[in-house]
């Protein structure tokens, strides 16, 4: 039996939610300035991990929102990461790829500063440009009405 969306509403995850095409918009300009931003020369690594993390984070909410639905605070970027294969059908390996790079993300952040290799920052780069991708293909067959004309 496998689990959907509803089910995680039910839990207590997700919160329903109305969507427009401007918020769906919003987040994706706000995704594709970001991977722009993770692109920019002498960026350090572990900036562009963040910034192209904040791109694949801002897709997958895209993703949920015009599902219907927002995660709810506690461990709301893990379940914006984990909907991903409920929303557009992504792959468990990028999901659990992504949630790697959602725990490498946190430590640069608050622990460690500066542990964030080139090889790192490069693959959550092509990481966020497939969950981007994956989630506007995933709009235009289903949700074509929340794009812009």
Known sequence: MSTTLGDWYKY????????????IGDLLALADHDLQTAQLPDLPADW???????????SANA??????????????????IQSLELTVGMSITVVNHLDA??????????????????VEANEM?????????????????????????
Not at 48 to 58: F, G, P, S, T, V
Not at 63 to 80: D, F, N, P, T, W
Not at 102 to 116: A, E, L
């Open 101 to 118: 790079f959602r725990k490498k993300r946190n430590i640069s952040n608050y622990d460690r500063p500066g542990t964030v290799s080139e």
């Open 12 to 23: 207590g995850w997700l919160v329903k939610h109305q969507t427009s095409k401007q918020e």
């Open 125 to 149: 780069l092509t990481i966020a440009q497939e969950v981007r991708s994956a989630v506007l293909n995933w709009l235009l067959t289903n949700k074509p009405y929340l794009l812009e004309d």
């Open 63 to 80: 993703a949920l929102a015009a599902s219907g639905y927002r995660a709810e605070k506690a461990a709301q970027h893990y379940r914006i």
């Open 48 to 58: 562009r991990l963040k910034i192209a993390y904040n791109a694949a984070l801002e």
